[in-house]
T-cell receptor, first 115, second 112 residues
């Protein structure tokens, strides 16, 4: 089975540009999570969706960040305009169980560098 | 709130040495506990998990036991290999919350 797919794997952009990160969850999984990993703050949850509906976006740092899930097999995380402090690795994860013991499966991440 | 504390890294060991990476947690209710591993340039992979007190998770020679009395979930392996070099994250999920709370990660380097 294919795992979680993310694209692009690497992105270098200039400050002020729009950045769109993409994620395809594991087929059949109904929950999708976006995390950000930085040296200073470690792994942080930005937002998660259940059945394509955003449930908790309290981790989204500011209005420059937005996320959508138009269908069960695709999600985007957009940063507009981007800033150097947005440089990080962004992970998408999916799962198919809401129970306390659920396992989240992570994609390979998108390494973003904003110059 | 929930939190996970991992031993500070980096950890450097020789091949076949014994590994322990300490993890303690604070959580409301009865969390599930996880160890994830991140190999260079890759995403996080679930290594093992335990969902209730005294459960032992195990995988690829790694083990961790859910100790409610000490709120700990230490990762151990009897004989590490060079291929175990990676960053190891302890994490928890508590109650109805969907998000994982991660520790800061511990970098392990195994030398031949």
């Amino acid at each position: 089975d294919a795992g979680v797919i993310q694209s692009p794997r690497h992105e270098v952009t200039e400050m002020g540009q729009e950045v769109t990160l993409r994620c395809k969850p594991i087929s059949g999984h109904n929950s999708l999570f976006w995390y950000r990993q930085t040296m200073m703050r470690g792994l942080e949850l930005l937002i998660y969706f259940n059945n394509n509906v955003p449930i908790d976006d309290s981790g989204m740092p500011e209005d420059r960040f937005s996320a959508k899930m138009p269908n069960a097999s695709f999600s985007t995380l957009k940063i507009q305009p981007s800033e150097p402090r947005d440089s990080a690795v962004y992970f998408c994860a999916s799962s198919n169980s809401p129970e306390v013991q659920e396992t989240q499966y992570f994609g390979p991440g998108t390494r973003l560098l904003v110059l | 709130g929930n939190s996970v504390t991992q031993m500070e890294g980096p950890v450097t060991l020789s091949e076949e040495a014994f590994l322990t990476i300490n993890c303690t947690y604070t959580a409301t209710g009865y969390p599930s506990l996880f160890w994830y591993v991140q190999y260079p340039g890759e995403g996080l992979q679930l290594l093992l998990k335990a969902t209730k007190a005294d459960d032992k998770g195990s995988n690829k020679g790694f083990e961790a036991t859910y100790r409610k009395e000490t709120t700990s979930f230490h990762l151990e392996k009897g004989s590490v290999q060079v291929s175990d070099s990676a960053v190891y994250f302890c994490a928890l999920k508590s109650g109805s919350a969907r998000q994982l709370t991660f520790g800061s990660g511990t970098q392990l380097t195994v030398l031949p």
